[in-house]
């Protein structure tokens, strides 16, 4: 995600208060951690997207964005190929923008807002229609809806291993206490940890992790039916009823609704 010299010195130095660039990016690019000293808007036209910090992880699929205040280290891996728009937002036109990294909803005004933005030249009239583009797109962004998809990690070592482990299988069904064991602690003192370090109890996290593979597996073109069994779900109802109470809607309807409400 690390844009070329020209376009680094651009976003960084070209006197206007937002700049958003275009890049297109091939299946499995990854740019390492690094920051922006400006705010940044990442979104995906199409693809899918896993945006890494130092305290968690969020997947960003289609008619999704993440949000990175200004100086957070991230990395950005591509699942599949993604065209990317980034909107760079200077630190002073911040205010009323989330404080920490989070995961929007990109409705179809903001999305043509930002592609059209991105069609603009470095150096737009602010006095002029260009300006008032721009000032209509950060209005959009403070407006929009935030949902639950960011992944806390654990911080003690023994709960870091345990949630290591679910990562390279989210749809294990060994118990908490199997986990516990695996991580050298005990059931109880594991659940402690997970709530202690993530704000999350252990079963939630584990849901979280699974709603953040199946987003990439359904952003992918999979069935609901492979995604839920995949995932270690008894039937397709229960994964189904998950994602309902996580995001509001069917998994067939989370990715339709952005289409469905476009003219």
């Known amino acids: 995600m690390d844009p ?21 990016y091939p299946p499995g690019h990854a740019t390492g951690l690094h920051r922006h000293a400006r705010g940044q808007l990442v979104f ?3 693809g899918v997207m896993a945006v890494a910090g130092p305290s968690g992880s969020w997947v960003v699929p289609p008619e999704r964005a993440v949000w990175l205040p200004p100086g957070v ?3 950005v ?25 989070t995961v929007v909803a990109v409705s179809p005004l903001l999305r ?8 603009l030249p470095a ?28 992944l806390p990690d654990p911080a003690d070592p023994r709960a870091r291993k345990v949630a290591a482990a679910l990562k390279r299988d989210p ?8 986990w516990g064991r695996l991580g050298g602690a005990s059931a109880r003192t594991l659940a402690r940890l997970f709530l202690q370090d993530t704000g999350l109890t252990f079963g939630k996290w584990r849901n979280r992790l699974r709603l953040q593979r199946a987003l990439t ?20 109802g229960s994964f189904v009823s998950m994602f309902r109470q996580a995001l509001g809607v069917t998994p067939r309807r989370y990715f339709r609704r952005p289409d469905a409400e476009r003219p």
């Open 217 to 236: 597996l359904l952003a992918e073109g999979r069935p609901v039916t492979e995604v839920a069994y995949a995932l270690g779900y008894e039937s397709v």
């Open 112 to 119: 043509a807002l930002i592609v059209e933005a991105a069609a």
């Open 4 to 24: 070329p010299i020209p376009l680094r010195a651009l976003y960084a130095e070209v006197p206007r208060p937002v700049v958003v660039l275009a890049s297109e």
């Open 77 to 101: 891996e591509t699942r599949g190929g993604v065209s990317m728009r980034s909107v760079y937002v200077a630190p002073e036109r911040c205010a009323g923008l989330p404080q920490r990294p």
């Open 73 to 75: 280290a991230h990395a």
């Open 44 to 46: 995906a036209v199409s």
């Open 123 to 150: 150096l737009y009239d602010e006095a002029g229609a260009d300006g008032r583009l721009v000032g209509v797109l950060l209005d959009r962004i403070r407006d929009t809806e935030v949902e639950p998809l960011h």
């Open 171 to 178: 749809g294990s069904k060994r118990t908490i206490a199997g």
